[in-house]
């Protein structure tokens, strides 16, 4: 019983700490949205993926959704309004689902998520224009591939060559899974504000400008969440720290 409290109490303080941290840097911009003037990508999505590989999707995902709901009643709304914090807690929930292992409900929650923004009534990409899939359906691959339960081990390892790429795949597939639904969340948003044709040409000029944003995000993660990692790795398992190991 003293064990299930002691969890507990740790899960409630992990949250309330990276929920604060989450806030913060939802304050921050990181660089410029190409194309779209006066917009900017925050700090905090290149912290939400690694909150799940530091605290597990459950915690990860309460305290992405808490920190982004603190920074909506700022006044800081995105464009979701107060749901704007749900891409970027998506990315803590499957980075959290890497991490645990769960190859079965991280690959189900990506192909779900995939099949519905491509093929949205009268904005999906299969019906206006395919080739914006790509990057996304590349990384389907990837989540679907072998490589993907190594990537708990790596984490938990102090081989940099190894630490670095299971960083940078925890970073690349959960920066897409939360790219994919931040663009099905703006599909039901504005689905009839445009016509499919219209819809082809939004997803034709972003073709090329959401795989870039994607890899500056994976970069960035990857440069901070390496460092860390590896000095906890040198302390202490990373698995203790996670609520769900």
């Known amino acids: 019983m003293r064990s ?3 969890s507990t109490a740790r899960e409630v303080a992990f949250t309330c ?17 190409i194309g779209a003037p006066g917009k900017f990508i925050a700090l905090s999505s290149v912290i939400a993926p690694l909150m799940g590989v530091f605290l597990g999707s459950k915690v990860g995902l309460a305290a992405a959704s808490i920190g982004g709901l603190i920074t909506s009643l ?3 709304m995105g ?14 929930l499957f ?5 645990e292992g769960r190859r079965s409900e991280a690959s189900v929650l990506y192909s779900v998520a995939l099949v519905a923004f491509m093929f949205y009534p009268n904005s999906g990409p299969v019906w206006t224009f395919p080739p914006f899939l790509w990057l996304q359906v590349l990384c389907l691959f990837l989540v679907l591939s072998p490589v993907l ?7 938990n390892g102090h081989e940099s060559r190894r630490l670095m790429f299971a960083v940078a795949y925890v970073a690349l597939t959960s920066t897409l899974f939360s790219h994919i639904v931040g663009s099905l969340m703006f599909e039901a948003t504005f689905n009839g504000s445009f016509t499919p044709g219209e819809w082809g040409l939004l997803w034709r000029s972003l073709m090329f400008v959401y795989p870039i944003e994607r890899a500056i995000i994976t970069a960035s993660s990857t440069l901070i969440g390496l460092p860390l990692i590896k000095t906890l790795n040198s302390y202490t398992p990373m698995q203790r720290l996670n609520a769900n190991p």
């Open 74 to 76: 700022t006044g800081n």
């Open 17 to 33: 700490i990276f929920a604060a941290v989450y806030a913060l840097l939802s304050l921050w911009s990181l660089f410029p949205v």
């Open 95 to 99: 980075s959290g689902l890497i991490r």
């Open 79 to 92: 464009a979701f309004g107060p749901l704007s914090f749900v891409p970027g807690a998506s990315a803590a």
């Open 4 to 6: 299930v409290h002691q």
């Open 149 to 155: 339960p190594r990537v708990k081990a790596f984490l």
